[in-house]
């Protein structure tokens, strides 16, 4: 790649690091929220400068003692064992709580020197002890709940920036990288990738420096074939796997797609959001509605749905902190992070 190229696109690669991180003023910047498999009272959110804790359903908050140098940008519960939470940060890699985040500790033997920024934690749906990363140095896995860490990059040479990561529900061998390249497909347990950016973008494009960036991917739990894809240039779906792509959600105001929620028992029905506020589709894609009733701020960087009560969601913005929607994002009511101390 020519040198000019490659200075724009870590540039821009940086630009959209930024951006993900929440680069706003201290905990008005929600980046990462995690809510509880079973229990609807707890839920986790990670601001610029902290992460939080409610048990109350946000009536009230923990905010525990920093546990790194530097930024937490994403946080995750794990499925199976609730009380284990993850965190990846800007600098420090992972950290681990074992016990509802009153302790943390790093877990990073096995990640590359220098990780710079954690995007997003997968856990097998089965095996929750089996998760994927997605940083800025390539996608990483753990066997062993964090323990130790290796490389899953095989086919993605091209690029080094992995931002999402998808796991298909029914058959776990089968996974999506989307990246700063636009997006990959293994179907061996992410030894292997393959890209497939058909109706994406064209392959002359994509080395013109950040051409695309994928930002959030879901899959159809019903039929795992449908996937989407939000990136830095509106949002996608495939019918096929990932053969091909169409360009879908033309009447959102805003390209970039942040985050996507897709509802898990009717798949007829999704929500994503970014700089433009949050969207909803009732027909799998086709048409869309701003859902903005409530919110001080469009800027969206973070959705999700109650497990337990799949007309609640949480949205995380970029500039006036945590709403939540009880009527299935009609309208939308802060939620302030009351923090009191953290327990001992």
């Not at 000019?4 to 930024?18: G, W």
């Not at 199976?80 to 985040?101: E, I, N």
């Not at 920024?117 to 066997?143: D, R």
Request: glycine residues 10%; contains cysteine; neutral net charge.
């Amino acid at each position: 790649m020519p040198l000019c190229r490659m200075l724009m696109f870590s540039h821009l690669a940086i630009l959209l690091m930024l951006w993900l991180s929440g680069c706003q003023k201290d905990s008005e910047a929600i980046v990462s929220i995690a809510l509880h498999p079973t229990n609807p009272k707890i839920l986790y959110v990670a601001t610029n400068d902290a992460v939080y804790k409610s048990r109350d359903g946000g009536g009230s908050w923990e905010k525990f003692p920093s546990f790194s140098a530097r930024r937490v940008t994403t946080v995750a519960i794990d499925p199976q064992l609730p009380a284990t939470v993850y965190a990846g940060t800007m600098g420090d890699a992972v950290y681990k709580s074992p016990d509802g985040g009153q302790h943390w500790l790093p877990h990073n033997v096995g990640l590359k020197e220098h990780v710079s920024f954690v995007n997003q934690f997968v856990f097998h749906p089965a095996l929750s002890e089996k998760i994927y990363a997605a940083t800025t140095v390539g996608a990483f896995y753990t066997k062993d709940a964090g323990r130790e860490w290796e490389e899953r990059m095989n086919g993605m040479k091209e690029v080094h920036i992995v931002t999402a990561i998808a796991i298909n529900p029914k058959d776990p061998a089968v996974l999506y990288g989307g990246t700063t390249g636009g997006m990959y497909r293994s179907e061996d347990g992410a030894t292997t990738w393959t890209k497939i950016n058909n109706g994406l973008i064209p392959e002359s494009e994509l080395m013109a420096s950040m051409a695309l960036g994928v930002n959030a991917i879901e899959i159809n739990h019903v039929n795992t074939d449908v996937v989407y894809a939000g990136t830095t240039k509106g949002l996608y779906r495939t019918s096929n796997k990932g053969e091909t792509w169409e360009r879908i959600g033309r009447s959102i105001t805003e390209l970039f797609i942040s985050s996507i929620v897709l509802h898990p028992t009717d798949p007829s029905v999704l929500y994503v959001g970014g700089p433009g506020g949050i969207w909803k589709s009732d027909d799998g894609g086709n048409t869309w509605a701003a859902r903005n009733e409530g919110l001080a701020s469009l800027n969206i960087r973070a959705l999700a749905m109650d497990p337990k009560d799949l007309r609640t969601l949480y949205a995380g913005t970029n500039g006036s902190g945590l709403y939540r929607s009880t009527d299935a994002g009609g309208t939308w009511t802060g939620v302030p992070l009351k923090a009191a101390a953290a327990r001992s």
